[in-house]
């Protein structure tokens, strides 16, 4: 090879860079600000088996940042290495890069940081009568020097970025500099329970965590009651990867995704892949716009990873990404579905969150009781009301699978707006252990069978009152629920054509039309409109081409009697156009089915029956998720009697009043 090359502008001449010149150019990818420094070095101190680590910070660190830890300490001969680029003793030969299981290894850090700053490092290793300190200033290293310090080590970096102006003007103001590096400190410090951390800044104390057992403890320390009180507690540990920590009740979240804290062997990462697991997990529960809060840690074999694709560490590959995340999205769909959701108000009640049997609080308490479901309520319908009688058709159907009234929608003939009973199977009741607050039953009945009509508990209240046509209350003997009954029918009804359309071969059923509807629609609505021609007809709309830029509507749900067959077409379309180019079948058919159950159910401002209401209120007990509709607004607020008590000054110091 020649020693010159051709470039645009003449030929140039290659040269080997100094060593300074390369750190700084390294230092640039690792060390982007001064929150950069912190994370390197408190990672050093973890590697080194400290167990108290202390970080001290002045003017957002630009002036000066300490890390002092009571780590193994280094010896005079291993403090110029320290700072030599590309040297480390994490890496003790080749095959450990495939199987790396510390924070810090790649030997860059120490090296890129004296290129750009005044390093002054002191240490002192385990037996050792007298430490060594040695002093780098912008990449020029002195010979180490004997000095007087503790077992461990203690590094002083002053002036950032005081010989590489550019990255010194990006940086930020001291008090933003000051955030990245509690985001920084906060990260480590979850992660290493069984570490103290102390932080300070401008010598005034941010942070003093003790070592501390429960996971819980040290998360409530950094983001408060809030979230420490919305925690549920998630573990499955059945294989080679095994996944531990809380997420937060859907109640509690974030416009951002900045709150989900995953942590893998110790290491805080970012994973659009895991990232979306959570969201999927989540689905339902949280409104749009919205993102889950977790705290989750996941151990795996170092093998099954790689660590080495990033320079700062923060993503990684898995060799089996796909599995990671179903099982990420399984267990935690395992747990919600463990868990009572039912959104409180009031201020939350003090539950050990360790306990691995607690996973939220109140649910200990409402683990004895028992639902009391009656199938096979006949509920009368209003005379002289068609709307009564269809909208009373459909939560009837959604409760048993049979319809109550035969009374056809306007237009139509001869029609049967839902299948006989004997065609849908009766719903799964919930687990005896997965009821609302309000589901309660005398404790003094055992091994009563779930739903039995005979055995029905006097202490079930299913109160029939409406109010302002649109929320419905309830009680029983630990207090009071108000309930949306547009959110409750809505998730109801999803759940049950979510049964119908998503097994096998099966649709929701759908009405034909004596007069097939033409529709005009844009050329782009037109080829979406053919191209789902199957998906659309398991939600019981069917349409053929109609030649030009028109379909024709052969049928549409039976459910929506009262809606036009065209506005429900151009719905779906909606849906499918923004779902992109090539939408997920499962996402899309569930945006559809969540879409025909706000359709079909009964609208705020609907009057109710009696009836009615206790027909929709028993419901509620056939499914896992009616403590929220499918778009994640909450079907029911739960105010417990002791927070009643409170709320009208009954509940004082000596009791109630």
Request: charged letters at 25%; a negative charge.
């Amino acid at each position: 090879m020649s020693e010159a090359t051709t470039i645009s502008g003449g030929p140039r001449t290659i040269r080997q860079l100094p060593p300074n010149l390369v750190n700084q150019i390294a230092a640039g990818e690792v060390i982007e600000r001064p929150a950069s420094v912190v994370k390197e070095l408190v990672e050093n101190s973890i590697d080194a088996g400290s167990h108290r680590i202390e970080v001290a910070i002045m003017g957002g660190g630009t002036e000066s940042i300490r890390i002092s830890d009571d780590g193994c300490g280094m010896t005079a001969e291993q403090l110029p290495l320290a700072v030599a680029s590309h040297a480390t003793s994490k890496l003790p030969d080749d095959e450990s890069l495939f199987h790396v299981s510390t924070l810090g290894f790649r030997g860059e850090a120490l090296a890129s940081i004296g290129s750009v700053s005044q390093l002054t490092i002191r240490s002192r290793a385990e037996g050792e009568t007298v430490g060594a300190e040695i002093v780098v200033r912008g990449g020029v290293v002195e010979p180490p020097a004997p000095c007087g310090c503790p077992t461990g080590t203690v590094i002083e970096i002053k002036n950032l970025f005081f010989n590489t102006p550019v990255r010194h003007r990006f940086l930020k103001t001291s008090q933003t500099e000051r955030g990245h590096i509690v985001e920084a400190f906060t990260r480590l410090a979850l992660a290493n329970p069984q570490i103290h951390f102390v932080l300070t800044n401008n010598n005034k104390e941010i942070y003093d965590l003790p070592v501390t057992q429960q996971w819980s403890e040290r998360i409530r320390a950094f983001f408060g009651g809030e979230i420490g009180d919305s925690l549920i507690k998630v573990a499955d540990g059945s294989d080679d990867i095994r996944i531990s920590g809380y997420v937060a009740d859907p109640s509690v979240s974030r416009g951002n995704n900045r709150m989900q804290y995953l942590f893998l062997n110790g290491r805080h990462i970012r994973d659009r892949s895991l990232q979306h697991a959570l969201g999927e997990a989540y689905r339902g529960l949280l409104m749009v716009g919205r993102f889950p809060v977790c705290f989750l840690r996941l151990d795996m074999p170092a093998d099954l990873i790689d660590v080495n694709v990033h320079p700062t560490k923060l993503e990684v590959r898995f060799t089996d990404g796909g599995r990671v995340y179903g099982r990420l999205l399984q267990t935690l769909r395992h747990q919600f579905l463990k868990t009572d959701m039912t959104q409180r108000v009031g201020p939350a009640q003090s539950v050990s969150q360790e306990d691995p049997h607690v996973h939220r609080e109140g649910v200990e308490a409402l683990s004895t009781h028992q639902v009391p479901v009656r199938q096979n309520v006949a509920v009368p319908v209003r005379q002289n009301d068609i709307e009564a009688q269809q909208r009373q058709s459909v939560i009837e159907w959604a409760r048993t699978g049979e319809t109550t009234s035969s009374l056809p929608p306007v237009g139509t003939a001869d029609f049967k707006p839902f299948p006989d009973s004997g065609s849908i199977s009766p719903p799964t009741p919930r687990n005896v252990g997965d009821v609302a607050p309000w589901d309660s039953e005398t404790a003094g009945v055992d091994d009563q069978p779930f739903g039995d009509p005979t055995k029905a508990s006097p202490s079930v209240c299913y109160l029939g009152f409406q109010v302002h046509n649109r929320y419905l209350v309830t009680q029983d003997e630990k207090g009071m629920v108000v309930i949306d009954q547009h959110a409750l029918h809505e998730r109801v009804l999803y759940e049950r054509v979510c049964e119908k359309v998503l097994g096998e071969n099966s649709s929701l059923e759908s009405q034909r039309l004596l007069v097939p509807e033409p529709v005009s629609l844009t050329p782009e609505e037109r080829t979406a409109a053919l191209d789902a021609k199957d998906m659309m007809a398991k939600i019981g709309l069917e349409v053929d081409d109609f030649g030009g830029d028109s379909v024709v509507i052969q049928a549409y749900p039976a459910m929506l009697p009262h809606t036009a067959p065209a506005d429900m077409l151009r719905t779906v379309l909606e849906s499918l156009l923004s779902a992109g180019k090539n939408p997920d079948a499962k996402d899309l058919l569930n945006h559809l089915l969540s879409t025909i159950a706000c359709k079909a159910a009964v609208k705020a401002g609907d009057p109710l029956s009696p009836e009615e209401i206790t027909s929709l209120l028993e419901q509620k007990d056939l499914y896992h998720d009616t403590h929220h509709c499918p778009h994640g607004r909450p079907t029911a607020l739960f105010f417990s009697r002791d927070e009643l008590d409170r709320m009208f000054g009954r509940l004082g110091p000596r009791g109630r009043v």
